[in-house]
């Protein structure tokens, strides 16, 4: 960050981040017509971000294994063939005329072989080419490690976490710590350590990792950019952080471990997500600054209905997700909540503690937005609802008809987007088709 940056209020950050965004000097459009198209788009998501009206709702989609179905190859393409890969996502994109740009699962499975990862089965490593990726649920932190997570987060992910669940990276639980460095006396343990084999092929796999993970981003990269700017569509979100629960309950003690912490020793699961609040707000700062979007993905899981109470969900969960949004907040950035699962519940905590008016977006999955529009509409731009089973079971009638329903029951305001409750893995392209350009054809304010 610049110095000027570092003085800049939140105001200025924000408005200095958009304006990056809806820029197209100097890029290298096909036409100015072309340049034109994409700036109407960032500057309509703009304003429905801020509350207000702009020329026509906003379309979004969140695609997973979706695109690979369509295109026709398998999944296992998806994560090691990146040129058909690159080939599905602009064939995706250009067939259905998207307005904002969407990748679905292409990953560079070849990066992940290289330090083999443990907490995920892919195609192509442990799972057939036709089946996607899964996550392996385990207690990859143990119950009685959170002293040392609180003490020292970035080190616990050094030297246990990363350890544990990269098997060429098993050498770096030996790594002492790094602040030896300040003396060059100390600085003796430190190399050392670097002279083990183990430690040696951890490091090794680290930097052969990202040699592969070049390939991915070139392709992905390629396709990406010629979808700015040969067809206007920009790619809308520039980050990615999680809850601070949800980092515990997904990627460390697992739902099993978490539920139970929350009963046997709720002081040291409060004492660590809460410690992780300043981690989670630099994961989703240092991504957006990076991509020059202002938008940061925030997928929430555990804060649902049904997994929490509405006092434990005061409790564990949002106080401390609401300190990152904050935190993003005060950095310029915008948090894009994708709320999965239903927030009926929720939405009286939220109404009762809400973000700052126009400076983050809420994508619904199963919760009502006529009771989101009452309770939050006044500070939160939202959309989502429209079930993904619609997209694969329904027919092009019942999809329009959908669409017209939202927007007349909450999106004649402002501030709200058409979008789908949940990621697209299955669906039919007349479905597709449908909700696209009813909600173009209808969406026009």
């Known amino acids: 960050m610049t110095t000027e940056w570092k003085t800049m209020t939140p105001e200025q950050k924000y408005e200095a981040l958009w304006a990056k965004f809806l820029s197209t000097e100097g890029k290298p459009f096909a036409s100015p017509q072309v340049a034109e198209l994409y700036r109407r788009r960032v500057q309509r998501l703009k304003d429905v971000c801020e509350l207000k009206k702009p020329d026509a709702v906003p379309i979004l989609l969140a695609v997973g294994n979706y695109v690979a179905e369509y295109?026709?190859?398998?999944?296992?393409?998806?994560?090691?063939?990146?040129d058909k890969m690159a080939e599905a996502i602009l064939k995706f994109n250009v067939?259905?005329?998207?307005?904002?740009?969407?990748?679905?699962n292409g990953l560079p499975g070849k990066a992940f072989d290289r330090l083999g990862f443990r907490?995920?089965?892919?195609?192509?490593?442990?799972?057939?080419?036709?089946?996607?990726?899964?996550?392996?649920?385990?207690?990859?932190?143990?119950?009685?490690?959170?002293?040392?997570?609180?003490?020292?987060?970035?080190?616990?992910?050094l030297r246990v976490y990363m350890p544990r669940i990269m098997k060429s990276l098993e050498g770096w639980k030996m790594l002492p710590s790094l602040y030896g460095v300040m003396e060059l006396p100390m600085a003796l343990i430190l190399l050392g350590t670097l002279t083990v084999p183990a430690v040696q092929e951890g490091f090794q796999a680290w930097i052969d990792a990202g040699r592969l993970?070049?390939?991915?981003?070139?392709?992905?990269?390629?396709?990406g950019a010629q979808l700015t700017f040969q067809h206007g569509m920009p790619n809308y979100l520039g980050g990615f952080t999680k809850?601070?629960?949800?980092?515990?309950?997904?990627?460390?003690?697992?739902?099993?471990?978490?539920m139970i912490d929350m009963y046997r020793q709720p002081d040291k699961l409060l004492a660590a997500v809460e410690r992780l609040v300043p981690i989670a707000i630099q994961m989703g700062i240092e991504a957006a600054m990076s991509a020059g979007l202002p938008l940061v993905f925030i997928p929430?899981?555990?804060?649902?209905d049904g997994f929490m109470s509405t006092k434990d969900f005061n409790r564990f969960y949002w106080p401390t997700l609401k300190a990152v949004c904050e935190g993003l907040i005060a950095a310029g950035c915008v948090p894009f909540l994708f709320v999965e699962g239903g927030y009926n519940e929720r939405l009286?905590?939220?109404a009762d503690s809400p973000l700052p008016a126009g400076k983050s977006m809420w994508m619904f999955d199963y919760t009502d937005l006529a009771?989101?529009?009452?309770?939050?509409?006044?500070?939160?731009?939202?959309?989502?609802?429209?079930?993904?089973?619609?997209?694969?079971?329904?027919?092009?009638?019942?999809?329009?008809d959908h669409v017209k329903k939202l927007i007349d029951t909450v999106g004649q305001d402002g501030g709200y987007f058409i979008a789908p409750g949940a990621v697209l893995d299955n669906a039919r392209p007349e479905n597709l088709h449908a909700f696209i350009q009813t909600a173009r054809e209808y969406g026009k304010y």
């Open 71 to 82: 295109a026709g190859i398998s999944h296992g393409d998806m994560m090691y063939d990146y």
């Open 95 to 104: 067939d259905f005329d998207l307005d904002y740009q969407v990748a679905g």
């Open 119 to 157: 907490t995920y089965r892919w195609p192509g490593n442990g799972l057939p080419k036709h089946m996607p990726f899964q996550m392996v649920e385990d207690e990859y932190m143990l119950p009685d490690e959170y002293d040392q997570l609180i003490a020292d987060p970035e080190g616990f992910f």
């Open 213 to 223: 993970a070049a390939e991915f981003f070139a392709a992905a990269g390629k396709a």
């Open 243 to 258: 809850a601070p629960f949800d980092i515990i309950g997904d990627t460390l003690r697992g739902t099993r471990g978490i």
């Open 300 to 304: 929430l899981h555990k804060g649902a």
């Open 348 to 350: 009286d905590a939220l």
């Open 371 to 400: 009771e989101v529009k009452k309770k939050l509409g006044n500070w939160a731009c939202f959309g989502g609802n429209v079930p993904v089973s619609l997209f694969y079971a329904g027919t092009p009638q019942q999809m329009a």
